[in-house]
């Protein structure tokens, strides 16, 4: 419905890549089929452990969708920030920074995403980082935007409930906007501390209540029965609430605020955004996208940008 060419040019390239994703799944399902009946050709047992296994390969379509989808939104909401934030750190190279990383240091980043935190970093000499997603689809994607960087980065699909790590084992463990994710944090929590060296470091980062706040108002303002989210983040993990959460397993906790806002002059890159959400907007927007374009860009018109809070930070931890 959008007639702007370069947000059709970001469809088109975001429909490619999924194609390109799907493709890339055909062939393996080939390859798995090919094996299968080059197999039951010379035996006349069936091997059910293999079988079982092609199943899972032939259903894994619909959650790589799924989970491609939510990585191109997660893209969105990141290069929302990117382009409007007027803080002249950018967050992802505020957190490297606040790693205060050493020789040697053993690393371990929970929930990895796109790896956008190691992307053209120099690592100190001897340092070793694995990135770590839940994903296996995430930590393949992670591998191809960051590299190896010369050994010195390594890629695992681990669930940070359950670290297939021995005790002490690192020097800092990261977690950029997961644990509001978790149901289970303390017992998420204590796995961190145990795979933490003594003298170890952990840091989290999640939101304040009112981040994004004057987006939530927009939204209200056009149609009150549209809500972005199931539930608010920060409500579940926050500034507010998050050091009492992490004191009950961390000795010590100190929070650093990250000072930033946005100004956005354009429509389109605010409403992608509204539409990456996880919440009902899709139910009253998809047939009244260009109203709602309209009442965009009309709002911006009255004072040139729509300014919009951030309040985002993180906690540095203790053993």
């Known amino acids: ?21 799907k493709m890339e799944h055909l062939k393996l399902v080939e390859q798995s089929l ?3 009946e080059q197999k039951m050709a010379n035996e006349e047992k069936i091997d059910w452990t293999q079988m079982m296994n092609l199943l899972h390969v032939t259903n894994l379509e619909k959650g790589l969708v799924e989970q491609y989808k939510n990585a191109s939104n997660l893209d969105i909401r990141i290069g929302l920030h990117q382009k409007y934030s007027q803080n002249p750190q950018p967050w992802f190279d505020w957190i490297y920074e606040q790693l205060n990383l050493k020789e040697k240091d053993e690393v371990l980043e ?3 995403g796109t790896g956008e935190l190691w992307k053209n970093k120099k690592l100190p000499e001897d340092v070793h980082v694995t990135l770590s997603d839940q994903s296996q689809g995430m930590v393949k994607d992670a591998r191809n935007y960051v590299g190896e960087e010369k050994g010195q980065i390594s ?10 790590k021995e005790d002490h084992s690192f020097d800092k463990v990261i977690a950029n906007h997961v644990l509001f994710y978790l149901d289970d944090r303390q017992e998420t929590l204590k796995e961190i501390k145990r795979v933490l060296k003594p ?19 927009l939204i209200k303002d056009f149609d009150e029965r549209i809500t972005l989210s199931d539930h608010k983040l920060y409500d579940v993990f926050g500034l507010e ?18 000072e930033d806002e946005l100004l956005v002059d354009q429509p389109e ?13 899709h139910e009253y927007l998809n ?4 109203e709602f374009k309209d009442f965009v860009r009309k709002k911006m018109a009255a004072k040139g940008v729509i300014k919009i809070t951030k309040s985002a930070g993180i906690f540095i931890c203790q053993p």
């Open 1 to 21: 419905n959008d007639e702007d060419q370069d947000f059709i040019k970001e469809s088109i390239s975001l429909q490619l890549y999924l194609v390109q994703k």
């Open 34 to 36: 090919e094996e299968m």
């Open 110 to 112: 929970l929930g990895c």
């Open 155 to 164: 890629y695992q699909m681990i669930d940070c409930r359950q670290i297939p």
């Open 199 to 217: 003298n170890g470091t952990f840091i989290c980062s999640t939101y304040g209540s009112s981040h994004m706040q004057e987006i939530t108002q």
């Open 241 to 258: 609430n998050g050091e009492e959460q992490l004191k009950k397993v961390f000795s010590q906790v100190k929070e650093i605020d990250y």
């Open 269 to 281: 890159p605010l409403i992608s955004y509204i539409l990456s959400c996880h919440g009902n907007q």
């Open 287 to 290: 047939h009244r996208y260009l």
